[in-house]
């Protein structure tokens, strides 16, 4: 039976202990609020995002995480896994799901 191991976007918006548990990556989408940049969960929390949202004179927006971020996670799991599925935001809202897509052709390892 394969081993399957999960990556996720911060969109799906996991308690850290769930993915800790369950040994879930999950990759951050960057927040902005106007030159500002976040990794969304790392170095915004969700009290910090509505305090600044509060606070802001401007509205912040999302961009996708990095092909490599993607791909270091695959890197990651694929020394403990056969299998790895992608749970990403839809391609119809995010160019994340694109992304993902990408970060397979530059993995190190073959495992997907």
Not at 16 to 37: H, M, N
Not at 41 to 67: C, H, I, M, N, R
Not at 78 to 105: C, D, F, P
């Amino acid at each position: 039976m394969p081993n399957v191991a999960i990556v996720t976007d911060s969109v799906a918006d996991l308690p850290p202990q769930v993915a800790e548990e369950f040994g879930i990556i999950v990759v951050p989408l960057v927040v902005r609020f106007g030159t500002d940049l976040y990794r969304d969960g790392l170095d915004l929390s969700p009290d910090q995002f509505y305090e600044k949202l509060k606070t802001s004179k401007v509205l912040p927006a999302t961009s996708v995480p990095p092909p490599a971020a993607f791909a270091d996670a695959y890197d990651k799991l694929a020394e403990k896994a056969n299998k790895i599925v992608v749970i990403s935001l839809t391609s119809k809202l995010s160019a994340t799901y694109q992304v993902a897509l990408q970060a397979v052709g530059l993995m190190r390892s073959d495992v997907v």
